[in-house]
């Protein structure tokens, strides 16, 4: 009883737990698209800070490469002042064509930004006005290195000064912009990082959790087989024990029918035929007394049967096989059912279990066979080889009912006689099998044995 309780409280409990699973799910579900959600969020931004902060370094690069080129138009100028040669000449118009496209780039880079974008302006006029007076200086017959009143040289020196302090103010507000998208990108980094290492977090204690109600889950179906299989090894058990208090009462029972009802009964005979030899002859004696011992001597038949049919005396006595030709020659006689048995293979007397088993089986195949199936022939074979003995009773009835038959092969209760013989068999590690259709029946019965013949068994027929 304790058993069923222990069973019935791990049962509500495994019913419960999808409900904590499905929790548990929804949960891991929600912050997998929340953490999702923020990292693709995070991304974009960190993606957007990148680019502004690649485009800052471009524009620090434009202003490098710019002044880079007007120094080295200067360095071509002046040398060509000096010595006047043609490849300083081109060198010069090569570097102001890359400080004007220099120019151009950065007023391009900065247009959306306000302050950027109006020192730009003016940095490309002061470029074109550089550039244009230093062709014009080269141009100028009386433009010199050692001129130093040279209008044109001073005017050149004034555009360096003014382009040299335009460029270092956008270069230091481009620096101000790279450090503010650095802090800004490492924000973004931190945030994707806490928010990824608290979705581990989570996750790792969503699957400590999940583990340990699946280990818990696991130990209560474990609990619930063992239970299963104490329950139903108790339940063989009792039902073993039934049929052996059910052989143990019908022994009783023939024992008594035979010794006490039925020497009363002979005793009844006895008299009653005393009674009719002291009248001299039966022609004196009353009329009902030969009748009367008619009904006593058919009564002490009778009595002897159900006796025989509940313990045959045979079956302790003689064995199986001599029990079994007995039955079946009694069967016979009763139900008007012809019945062909053939047993063979067996050299010795049967354990007294696996004889009163394959009795059971016979008798209870034999009474199905006539009652529920209205057979005119049965077929018994009894072998007993390789260490088992098998039973098999063939019938030409009409069959075991579908629903019934798939109830027993279930390992439901399929009527108190197939389940009776299941029980018998498996309490001796034995099998029971049927296969039914409209045209007949056969039921096998195997047991373990080591008393059979291996080579060329001995078999006995037998006709009822």
């Known amino acids: 009883m304790g058993s069923v309780k222990r069973s019935r409280r791990i049962l509500q409990r495994l019913l419960s737990e999808p409900a904590s699973h499905l929790s548990v799910l929804t949960i891991a579900a929600s912050i997998v698209i929340a953490t999702g959600f923020i990292a693709v969020r995070t991304e974009f931004d960190s993606i957007d800070s990148r680019n502004w902060l690649l485009h800052a370094y471009d524009v620090r690069l434009q202003i490098s490469a710019l002044e880079t080129a007007r120094a080295e138009a200067r360095a071509a100028a002046f040398t060509y002042l000096l010595q006047h040669k043609q490849p300083d000449r081109d060198r010069v118009d090569e570097q102001t064509n890359i400080a004007r496209r220099a120019a151009q780039n950065i007023r391009a880079m900065v247009q959306e930004n306000p302050f950027q974008s109006g020192r730009a302006e003016k940095l490309q006029s002061l470029v074109e006005q550089q550039s244009a007076q230093l062709h014009g200086c080269l141009e100028a017959p009386g433009c010199t290195v050692s001129g130093s009143s040279n209008e044109l040289l001073e005017d050149i020196q004034d555009r360096k000064s003014e382009i040299g302090s335009v460029t270092a103010a956008m270069d230091e507000n481009e620096q101000s912009l790279v450090r503010l998208r650095l802090q800004t990108w490492n924000k973004l980094f931190w945030r994707n990082l806490i928010v990824i290492g608290i979705a581990l977090v989570v996750a790792l204690l969503l699957v400590v959790y999940s583990f340990r109600q699946l280990k818990a889950e696991i130990a209560a179906r474990t609990e619930l087989e063992r239970l299963a299989r104490e329950n139903t090894e108790s339940f063989r058990a009792l039902s073993a024990r039934i049929l052996e208090l059910q052989d143990i009462e019908r022994r009783k029972i023939a024992r008594e029918l035979h010794d006490s009802v039925g020497q009363f009964l002979t005793g009844l005979k006895m008299n009653l035929n005393q009674l009719s030899s002291a009248k001299g002859s039966t022609s004196g004696s009353p009329e009902w007394l030969p009748e009367t011992i008619d009904m006593a001597d058919r009564a002490i038949g009778e009595i002897r049967t159900i ?39 067996i050299v010795e007397r049967l354990p007294r279990g696996i004889e009163l088993a394959l009795f059971r089986v016979l008798q209870e195949s034999l009474t199905n066979a006539h009652r529920h199936a209205n057979a005119q022939l049965v077929e018994v074979r009894v072998t007993c ?44 590690q034995g099998t029971l099998e049927v296969e039914s259709s409209a045209t007949g029946t056969m039921i096998r019965a195997t047991l373990p044995t080591t008393l059979c013949e291996s080579d060329d068994p001995t078999v006995s027929v037998f006709t009822a």
Do not use: C
């Open 307 to 345: 006796s025989h049919l509940l313990h045959p005396p045979l079956l302790d006595e003689l064995g199986f096989e001599s029990a079994a030709k007995w039955y079946v020659e009694e069967f016979a006689k009763r139900s008007g059912t012809k019945v062909n048995m053939e047993i063979g293979g």
């Open 385 to 428: 080889a390789d260490e088992k003995v098998v039973l098999e009773v063939t019938d030409n009835g009409k069959g075991i009912p579908p629903h019934i038959l798939q109830q027993f092969r279930a390992g439901l209760a399929a009527g108190i006689g197939l389940s009776g013989m299941r029980e018998r068999l498996i309490e001796l």
